[in-house]
């Protein structure tokens, strides 16, 4: 059975740094055709994907958000890290991972985390 | 990026009924579309992958159609548990965008 959980700050000033772990287990990062990514949705609003990582470490981040996000993983832990610079108040959202494979002709995001809600405010 | 668009935005609806929604992409994106269902408060949960396989353990009154730019998410018999809000996906390139939902209410 493969589980996600999302752990982090629920609170954030504005220009802090946020930092959210993905712990999962069921699967192996370092399988072929595995990753895990992360989508976000502010308050009464639709999902949105923010960046992914695959088995072979390739990575890849929405273009909107390039420049502040950073997605590691730490195989032997079962991990993957997400940081966000610069937070801002429209940051405000539930954040969630899941786990993503390729097969059957699409990558497949299933299951998902939880989720985590992480406000911005000062 | 590609920008997908769901049609209608809400849907209200009765037990039993058939309904459809239709998910729009700006470009091909061949069969790289997925469907999700969300209920309040809950994580999304995938419903159909590549455009028309449904995925393990989902009803079989939810079906999937379409490729290129043109989807389609079918319920055959609305049930109570049903009533939720629902996402496309492409997972053609990324970003991997979703559209912006359709909200699917008892009417």
């Known amino acids: 059975q493969i589980t996600l959980k999302e752990s982090g700050p629920t609170l954030v000033k504005p220009t802090q740094t946020l930092t959210l772990t993905c712990t999962f287990s069921?699967?192996?990062?370092?399988?072929?055709?595995?990753?895990v990514g992360w989508i976000r949705q502010p308050p009464g609003k639709a999902l949105e994907w923010l960046t992914l990582?695959?088995?072979?470490?390739?990575?890849r981040y929405s273009p909107s958000l390039e420049s502040r996000l950073t997605i590691t993983k730490d195989t032997s832990k079962n991990q993957v890290v997400l940081t966000m610079t610069n937070m801002d108040p429209v940051d405000t959202a539930t954040y969630y991972c899941?786990?993503?494979?390729?097969?059957?002709?699409?990558?497949?995001?299933?299951?998902w985390g939880q989720g985590t809600l992480v406000t911005v405010s000062s | 990026d590609i920008q997908m668009t769901q049609s209608p935005s809400s849907l209200s609806a009765s037990v039993g009924d058939r309904v459809t929604i239709t998910c729009r992409a700006s470009?091909?994106?061949?069969?790289?579309l997925n469907w999700f269902q969300q209920q309040p408060g809950k994580a999304p949960k995938l419903l159909i992958y590549?455009?028309?396989s449904l995925e393990s353990g989902v009803p079989s009154r939810f079906s999937g159609s379409g490729s290129g730019t043109d989807f389609t998410l079918t319920i055959s018999s609305l049930q109570p548990e049903d009533f939720a809000t629902y996402y496309c996906?492409?997972?053609?390139?990324?970003?991997?965008?979703f559209g912006q939902g359709t909200k699917l209410e008892i009417k």
């Open positions: 069921g699967f192996s990062l370092s399988t072929s055709g595995v990753g």
């Open positions: 470009q091909s994106v061949s069969k790289y």
């Open positions: 590549a455009a028309s």
């Open positions: 899941a786990h993503v494979v390729y097969g059957s002709g699409s990558y497949r995001f299933d299951p």
């Open positions: 996906q492409q997972s053609y390139s990324t970003p991997y965008t």
């Open positions: 990582i695959y088995w072979d470490d390739d990575k």
